[in-house]
């Protein structure tokens, strides 16, 4: 299973902003019943040109 969530607001004071929630979760049927869950935080700015 993934998720992911992104928001960037289109103009004002925090335009150039992106944040990014990314998680995912996975789960195999192996002799050790392997699970792995992952959670991400991205942040990234693009910052404007002169």
Known sequence: MDFNLQWAPPEGVLKGLMV????ADVSQNDPGNTSLQDLRVMIYYDPPSL
């Open 20 to 23: 990014r929630l990314r998680y």
